[in-house]
C-alpha cells in the first residue's frame, strides 16, 4: 500500500554533483520524517542526513557542507543534493520514509530498493 522509490544515481568524477530523489506513493495520512542512508560493500548501512516534517536536518559528519536534504510535503517526496562527491561516497543510497497510515496510529519506517551511486577518481 505504501511504497517509496529512488532516483538520480549514476557514475560521476570526484568533485561533481548528483541529485538524489525519492517519491512516496500509496495511501497514508502522513509522513513524519524522511532521510538517506547508505551502504557500500563490507561496510554497514549509515545514515547520511534525515529531515523531519518540521524541516529539522541533520547529517553524517562526512557529508556536512556538501551534502543538502530538502522536501515536498505537497508531492511526497525528499531529495539529497551532492556536492563536491569524492570516491568515498561511493554507496548504494537507500530512502527511508516513517509513514502513519492513520491520524491516530503510530508511524512505520518504509525503505525504497536503493540507487547506486559510483564515484571515481
Known amino acids: 500500500q505504501v511504497q517509496a522509490a529512488e532516483s538520480g544515481g549514476g557514475l560521476v568524477q570526484a568533485g561533481e554533483s548528483l541529485r538524489l530523489s525519492c517519491v512516496v506513493s500509496?495511501?497514508?495520512?502522513?509522513?513524519?520524517?524522511m532521510g538517506w542512508y547508505r551502504q557500500a560493500p563490507g561496510k554497514q548501512r549509515e545514515l547520511v542526513a534525515g529531515?523531519?516534517?518540521?524541516?529539522?536536518?541533520n547529517y553524517a559528519d562526512s557529508v556536512k557542507g556538501r551534502f543538502t536534504i530538502s522536501r515536498d510535503g505537497a508531492k511526497n517526496m525528499v531529495y539529497l543534493q551532492m556536492n563536491s562527491l569524492k570516491p568515498e561516497d561511493t554507496a548504494v543510497y537507500y530512502c527511508?520514509?516513517?509513514?502513519?497510515?492513520?491520524?491516530?496510529?503510530?508511524?512505520?519506517?518504509?525503505w525504497g530498493q536503493g540507487t547506486q551511486v559510483t564515484v571515481s577518481s
Open positions: 527511508s520514509a516513517h509513514v502513519r497510515r492513520g491520524r491516530s496510529y503510530a508511524s512505520n519506517e518504509y
Open positions: 500509496g495511501i497514508f495520512f502522513s509522513i513524519d520524517a
Open positions: 529531515i523531519t516534517n518540521g524541516g529539522s536536518t
